[in-house]
């Protein structure tokens, strides 16, 4: 039965649990007296201006070093799923989505590394595990669209900083080590400083972990940063990041209720109750680098930033899960996937007053260069007669990009902010069968925000933005392999989204500081799995969808001895138009059904964070979260749900001299944690069980460790 006028339910529900989260007493910084205050009062750089948090007029997220540490975030996904809004919405632990919008096998939000784009492979996901928690000096999160970010920013931006040379002194050095659940250990050391005009910062860390499914995993990463000072707003800098990654991964192996129920953390488990033969693990080895040299002038009136870079990227993935079952040649398939992207950005501003009237025009143009290729073998092959002609691929990529922003003021409250852009996409992919898809289209995105500031801390701002999704390569891939005319690769077109958003930040007093946003994004030409015949044939631009919601962020420290923090977030995601092959209940048969109505699956309606610090006397800060992720539909048709889950994180430190002490529990409960997945909604049978896969999430982890600085 097709589920119709829920989503006014939905809404009074989300209000509901809003509301009930606001009974209860997110990041903060270091305050000069010692004390805490909201980064609303941070300069964000994930903005064409680099204005105040508080004045820009989006919705924009800080994670600072300081709270990675607290929270002990072994990456950066444990970090980004307390954002409200934030979800990992995919099997994969390095696959986020902001506010819902991510399509399936696809990339989510632009991910960038000081500023650089990173986008991997035909799939274009971003690789966040590479990134060690203990070279980031903060992540900025812009859940809006971006314009000044290109293709893809209306996903939303997140900006991943590194540290780099502290001016206090010509040496800092810093040493950190941790031991946890699952032979968890992460050590790292750095050093940093400033002499004369030259400063530098200097990291090396390495993590391993059994992993709670078995899953081994290590990385040994380096970072070298160096900067010469011209003046005191003036800096050229270099930096090179070098990281070598290997997992044994069951994250691309999933399970069905009954080896979920008996085999829930064995990398390797039986196929079936009634077959023996085992399911392996699927391994990674992953390398990856990132050079860079950039220019930074920082003045009033004007200021100035540019950046040339070169990544590289080599990937070798073994599909080893059918080897002990299978006698096909084809079995334990390898890729090897080579990528070098080339990207030069630059953009400048200059302040101009006019008596009441302040303006602020920044122009700005990207250049991306992508060149990636995958060569696949068959080890079992040995007669060398399975083809590898549709799989070996060739990727080049070139996006162009020009924006143009304009802020101005109007007096101390009345405030304007226009952006303009246009990206101009070249893609040209083929494999040895030979099949080639040659693909360019050119969109113009742009924003209007007008603000008016109450206070000089308090900000009301409204706004509008058009931006858009251009399909992966894999998508372009699909289409071109499957060969079905309803799903042809010239037919694909980039998913467009409109967003109007009401957004307030205050920043009260030191025991309160807000920041609420209400939104409504409206998607044309969303993209959806698709099925011929119970086949699965790619990705395809099934219908328009509307998505709304809120999100609220409040943190204080109204005591001495005590902090608090909430954030939440309700959504409402749901088909306008569109039309999707699902299986019917209970005949367990295709159909093609109409989605208008339904709501999207896969998307959380709520997720939340409570949290409070304790402060007993010097030095000393206990913490205790409580971290909610609500109910979500598996399947089109909204037949089935994954339930909403909770789960609790606790934690002490000690501080004194140039020493840190702690330890912290996550999902201290043990709460059994699963991203499930049946999107057509498949039973075992007519009349049967859903037919639901699920891919198994971290349990109960406990840490301790040390820290010395000098």
């Not at 009136?301 to 540019?306: I, K, M, N, S």
């Not at 099934?542 to 902090?563: K, S």
Request: include cysteine.
């Amino acid at each position: 039965m097709k589920i119709k006028g829920s989503g006014g339910r939905n809404v009074l529900g989300g209000l509901a649990v809003m509301i009930g989260l606001l009974m209860c007493p997110l990041p903060v910084l270091a305050d000069e007296d010692g004390l805490q205050t909201h980064v609303l009062d941070e300069i964000v750089v994930t903005s064409t201006s680099k204005t105040k948090m508080i004045d820009t007029p989006a919705s924009i997220s800080v994670i600072t070093a300081a709270d990675l540490e607290q929270m002990g975030a072994k990456n950066i996904i444990e970090a980004l799923e307390r954002i409200p809004g934030v979800y990992n919405t995919s099997a994969s632990s390095t696959s986020l989505s902001i506010r819902g919008t991510r399509s399936s096998m696809a990339g989510g939000p632009v991910i960038l590394v000081d500023g650089v784009p990173q986008k991997y492979g035909n799939n274009r996901r971003e690789e966040l595990d590479l990134i060690p928690v203990s070279q980031i000096a903060r992540i900025e999160v812009l859940r809006s669209a971006g314009i000044a970010y290109g293709p893809g920013s209306a996903r939303g931006v997140i900006n991943i900083i590194t540290k780099k040379g502290q001016a206090d002194k010509p040496l800092n050095v810093r040493l950190s080590g941790s031991y946890g659940s699952w032979s968890t250990s992460n050590v790292s050391g750095s050093l940093d400083g400033r002499l004369n005009q030259w400063d530098y910062y200097a990291d090396l860390s390495y993590f391993e972990t059994d992993g709670y499914e078995e899953e081994d995993e290590s990385r040994t990463a380096g970072l070298l940063k160096l900067g010469y000072n011209l003046s005191a707003l003036t800096r050229i800098g270099v930096s090179a990041n070098w990281v070598d990654y290997d997992r044994d991964s069951a994250y691309d192996l999933y399970k069905y209720q009954w080896q979920l129920d008996n085999y829930r953390r064995n990398i390797h488990f039986p196929r079936a109750v009634d077959d023996d033969d085992l399911v392996w693990n699927n391994r990674t080895e992953q390398e990856s680098a990132i050079y860079t040299l950039n220019f930074s002038h920082k003045g009033n009136p004007l200021f100035v930033d540019g950046t040339l870079s070169y990544t590289c990227y080599d990937e070798r993935y073994y599909d080893t899960k059918d080897i002990y079952y299978s006698s096909s040649r084809s079995r334990g398939d390898e890729d090897h996937r080579e990528q070098d992207t080339y990207t030069a950005t630059l953009s400048a501003g200059y302040a101009m007053n006019f008596g009441a009237i302040g303006y602020t025009p920044t122009i700005g143009v990207n250049y991306e260069a992508v060149d990636f290729s995958q060569r696949r073998t068959y080890p079992y092959d040995t007669a060398g007669t399975v083809s590898t002609a549709a799989y070996d691929l060739d990727l080049e990529e070139t996006n162009i990009g020009v924006f143009w922003d304009n802020d101005l003021m109007f007096g101390d409250h009345w405030g304007l902010k226009i952006g303009v852009r246009i990206d101009q996409v070249d893609l040209t992919l083929e494999n040895k069968v030979p099949e080639q898809v040659d693909a360019d289209d050119t969109k113009w995105s742009w924003s209007v925000a007008p603000a008016y500031h109450f206070t000089p801390n308090a900000n009301l701002y409204f706004s509008v933005s058009r931006n858009y999704w251009f399909p992966s390569p894999q998508y372009y891939f699909w289409a071109s392999n499957y060969g079905s005319p309803n799903n042809r690769p010239e037919d694909l077109k980039p998913e467009e989204a409109t967003t109007f958003e009401l957004g307030y930040k205050h920043r009260v007093n030191r025991g309160l500081n807000m920041t609420l946003t209400v939104y409504l994004t409206e998607t044309k030409d969303k993209f959806g799995s698709y099925y011929e015949g119970g086949s699965y044939y790619g990705q395809k631009n099934t219908g328009d969808a509307e998505t709304y919601g809120v999100e609220l962020e409040l943190d204080g420290r109204p005591l001495d001895w005590l902090g608090y923090r909430l954030s939440g977030a309700y959504i409402n995601a749901e088909w306008k138009k569109g039309t999707a092959r699902v299986y019917e209940h209970p005949s367990n048969t295709r159909v093609l059904a109409d989605l208008d109505g339904y709501q999207v699956n896969g998307i959380p309606e709520f997720n939340g964070r409570v949290g409070l610090d304790f402060y007993p006397f010097d030095g000393f800060r206990a913490s205790v979260d409580a971290n909610i992720w609500g109910e979500y539909y598996l399947d089109y048709l909204n037949s089935l749900t994954y339930p909403s889950k909770t789960t609790f994180d606790a934690s002490i430190s000690y501080t004194w001299s140039r020493y840190k002490v702690w330890i912290l529990g996550k999902n201290i409960f043990d709460e059994k944690m699963e991203r499930a997945i049946n999107t057509d909604g498949e039973l075992t049978e007519p009349g049967g069980e859903p037919l639901t896969a699920y891919y198994v999430l971290d349990g109960a982890y406990v840490e301790a460790g040390v820290s010395i600085k000098f």
